[in-house]
């Protein structure tokens, strides 16, 4: 019987590491943080949980089907697991995380020395999605020795400003901001969202399993340990980059007053602290992590709806990128508005979904179990969404007087009801495959 030696379990875990830093990784802390004040703690921990926790249990519940989100959806049924594939994969594409790469690149990386230009924007990001297609149409060799490269120049940056934040830090603690003081832990928890990286789970969870099988492990039980030692290390990695990044903006009041976005923070710590140099070493390792991720991202739908379409590969990947182009130019503080109610409508989803297929040997039929939970889930998230909009017009009152509702987890205890429900029927029928 093959096993992996720890070595490689470590480097494993720095390649599930590196799958999930990326733009948002670095933009959501410090803004978060800023915003929750002498309430940081508590508001870390909530993020940590959507942040760090859900893509956690995400990659298990891949490894423990056999790494595809098809093999996860497959008690809802192929036209619903198409949907909602579908749904996850523009998020993480298109619509918001492959533009994100592009923004978050360019006010790191532009903006610090030229000041904020649509112009300016538009012309970076023209070359940045060229070269962005240019990477996606010929993967090869090329992505590869620029991924080794900035992979540990990326992590002894962080490990550096990391440090800086904890050890010296350019004020005391501020403030929380209204919603903050209120309610801390859920503003955490829902902040915790925006890195996307359960979405991004769904899709990588398949490249952690296919790394581990590559390296001649066949066994389930061993596929899914060696994932979960590289998710934990992972976990660990990114709990320690997102708790630094809180506390640096947490701290940065003073110097960041009036700052939209958490890369306005950043690179006023950067520039208040390292001047010129730091900006400049900060700007070029972003723009390189988030070059890669964008090219990442655009390989994965590519490959999925070419082989989902009658559509070629090189199609996708020419449509994809400039769409992304076209709403990059929107900035990232509209980009990241936008994305908040779609974010809030689709995470229940994926956190139920996983939360299900963790539970899946209890079901005698998955289907029974499954379907009506994620019905229901998908019409509160819905509502859930229109009120992060701020469409409460739309939305019967009966909605807004759920419990946690406010919050924008009103679908939590309907869930829950609905889980118990069809818990005991399933109990009651006899067993029959999913």
């Known amino acids: 019987m093959n096993r ?47 942040g760090v926790g859900l893509p956690l249990l995400t990659v298990v519940a891949l490894a423990r089907v056999g790494g595809g989100m098809d093999q996860l959806t497959s008690p809802i049924g192929r036209t619903a697991g198409v949907a909602l594939a579908v749904a996850v994969y523009l998020a993480i594409g298109p619509l918001f995380a492959t533009p994100r790469t592009a923004v978050v690149s360019f006010e790191m990386g532009i903006v610090p020395f ?41 992590i002894v940056a962080l490990l550096l400003l990391s440090g800086a934040a904890i050890f010296m830090p350019v004020g005391a603690v501020g403030v929380p901001a209204p919603d903050y003081a209120r309610a801390p832990f859920t503003k955490g928890f829902l902040d915790g969202y925006l890195t996307m990286d359960t979405l991004g789970a769904l899709v990588f969870g398949i490249v952690i399993t296919t790394a581990i099988q590559s390296r001649g492990i066949r066994e389930p039980r061993l596929i899914t340990r060696y994932t979960i030692l590289a998710g934990l290390i992972a976990a660990a990695g990114l709990s320690l980059v997102y708790l630094a990044l809180f506390y640096l903006g947490a701290t940065s009041h003073e110097i960041a007053a009036g700052a939209e976005n958490g890369v306005q923070i950043l690179t006023a710590y950067v520039d208040h602290r390292f001047g010129l140099a730091g900006n400049l070493l900060l700007a070029v390792v972003i723009t390189l992590a988030c070059l890669t991720t964008a090219v990442g991202l655009v390989t994965a739908c590519g490959e999925y709806f070419s082989a989902l379409l009658p559509v070629s590969y090189r199609t996708v990947v020419v449509l994809f990128s400039a769409f992304s182009l076209l709403v990059s130019n929107q900035g990232l503080t509209q980009l990241i508005s936008v994305s908040v109610p779609v974010l809030v409508g689709l995470y229940p989803l994926a956190i139920v979904l996983v939360g299900l297929s963790l539970m899946r040997q209890w079901w005698r039929r998955p289907s029974t179990v499954f379907v009506p939970v994620m019905a229901v889930t998908l019409v509160f998230g819905i509502v859930d969404g229109f009120v992060a909009a701020g469409l409460n017009a739309v939305v019967p009152a009966v909605f807004t007087q759920l419990p946690l509702a406010d919050k924008s987890l009103g679908w939590l205890v309907p869930v829950v009801l609905t889980l118990a429900v069809v818990a005991v029927i399933d109990r009651l029928r006899p067993a029959h495959p999913a």
Not at 5 to 33: E, Q, R
Not at 135 to 146: A, N
């Open 4 to 50: 992996l030696k720890g070595y490689d379990v470590v480097a494993l875990g720095f390649m599930t590491f590196a799958l999930f830093l990326g733009a948002g990784n670095i933009v959501f802390p410090p803004s978060a943080g800023m915003a929750a004040g002498n309430e940081l703690w508590i508001t870390a921990i909530g993020f940590l949980l959507t």
């Open 114 to 154: 030229t000041g904020e230009s649509d112009m300016a924007l538009l012309v970076f990001s023209c070359l940045y999605f060229g070269l962005v297609l240019f990477l996606s149409l010929t993967p090869g060799e090329l992505v590869d020795r620029v991924g080794k490269f900035i992979t540990p120049l990326l």
